[in-house]
């Protein structure tokens, strides 16, 4: 195959789509009550962790996503350590995460003092693959006493990380009965994936705690900000007071009971959040008329396919993803090259986690899916504000 034949092509789809001046992989937009609510916050005084913006924020997070309690933290990755804290992991263990994620998946497993044991993705998701994880786990753990352990490195597997990614939902009920044949506790990372459903039922509840990133990049943001979200109520009880420097609540004193995380986020970022919220459902709309704008382009173009949420999903579609059908590293580099240097911003995926410098001597299983994914993804600009633009 000519890759500078097919380059050109893919480069042509994406030019239809949204035209070619100078274009972000994904540019927030505050549209909506954000300056409203940030003077409203400012004139109340209220700008760090308490008042009514972070009451309103969580609830509002609550009633959207269905589950009963969401505590807002300062960022995607701090949510993910204290909810692997609050399920019970602990130095010397070590968490299952797919390859294929944002280096904070691992990062977050890493504070806890854990090590990440890394697993292979399947191609129709982009997500943790159940059934082969099921039989990594078979043929290097054995359960003692109700505990994974790892029989290689003589550590206790304690938990399972899957994620959503680029929003599209992984298959979640057979990766949490994976987690309950093997007594792992079942975190989920929702990071990118706030707007998508597996099932009619929001990404991120399905685990015994879920997490959320509001980072710049993401679907909406806060500038900096996460979220845990627990059907748990003594789970988010812990939550709230681990991230709240673990004070014990009193009208002066100043007492606190364990080493605690000031981790919460504050009413200023959460007032920008609940504006940001109140923008979603438009935002999703918008984001899968891209889609279908893309899809239109791509249709005719040989090489590639555009990657379309998976059955029985619904998926917010962060960001818009191709797959290329070769696996040499040369039209990857084309396209890459050709976009960037025209200012059209697109991304190759992330590096798998076993290739990155801190997590190169980690336990891991055959990642051929994930190694494949990683020479064949790239992401195009995907803000929702190109679904309009007439090229
Ligand atoms: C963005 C992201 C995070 C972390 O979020 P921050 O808010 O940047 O700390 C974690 N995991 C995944 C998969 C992400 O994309």
Same mark, same amino acid.
């Given at each position: ?126 997500? =943790? ?142 007032? =920008? ?119």
């Amino acid at each position: 195959m000519d890759s500078a034949k097919s380059a050109e092509k893919i480069l042509m789809a994406i030019q239809s789509v949204i035209g070619s001046e100078p274009v972000s992989l994904h540019s927030p937009e505050f549209s909506g009550n954000e300056w409203n609510y940030v003077k409203e916050c400012l004139d109340s005084t209220y700008v760090s962790y308490r008042g009514k913006f972070v009451d309103e924020f969580e609830s509002a997070l609550a009633s959207y996503t269905g589950v009963k309690h969401v505590v807002l933290v300062v960022n995607g990755t701090t949510a993910l350590q204290i909810a692997l804290k609050l399920v019970g992991v602990e130095p010397n263990d070590e968490v299952l995460i797919p390859a294929l994620t944002f280096v904070a998946t691992a990062n977050a497993v890493s504070h806890c003092g854990a090590t990440p044991n890394i697993v292979d993705s399947e191609e129709g998701n982009l997500g =943790i693959d159940p059934e082969r994880l099921r039989i990594y786990l078979q043929e290097t753990a054995d359960q003692v006493g109700g505990l994974c352990v790892n029989r290689k490195t003589g550590r206790v597997i304690r938990a399972l990380v899957p994620m959503h990614t680029f929003g599209h939902p992984s298959r979640i009920e057979d990766i949490l009965q994976v987690a309950r044949d093997f007594n792992l506790a079942l975190v989920e990372d929702a990071a990118e994936s706030l707007g998508s459903f597996y099932k009619n039922r929001h990404t991120g509840t399905f685990g015994l705690i879920g997490t959320l990133s509001f980072n710049g990049n993401k679907i909406i943001t806060t500038g900096g900000g996460g979220a845990i979200m627990t059907n748990d109520s003594l789970l988010a009880e812990r939550a709230r007071h681990l991230t709240t420097t673990a004070k014990i609540p009193h009208p002066w004193e100043f007492d606190h009971d364990e080493v605690g995380f000031n981790y919460r986020m504050p009413n200023l970022n959460a007032a =920008i959040g609940l504006a940001q919220l109140e923008q979603l459902d438009d935002k999703l709309k918008r984001k899968r008329d891209l889609f279908s704008r893309y899809e239109a382009e791509f249709r005719f173009v040989q090489d590639v396919s555009l990657f379309r949420e998976p059955v029985d999903c619904r998926s917010n579609y962060w960001l818009q993803t191709i797959l290329l059908s070769d696996e040499s590293s040369a039209l990857r580099e084309r396209i890459l090259e050709s976009t960037n240097k025209m200012g059209i911003s697109t991304r190759p995926a992330w590096k798998l986690i076993n290739t990155l410098a801190p997590y190169q001597n980690c336990p891991k299983m055959d990642l051929n899916v994930a190694a494949s994914l990683y020479r064949r993804i790239i992401n195009l600009p995907s803000s929702a504000s190109l679904s309009g633009v007439v090229s």
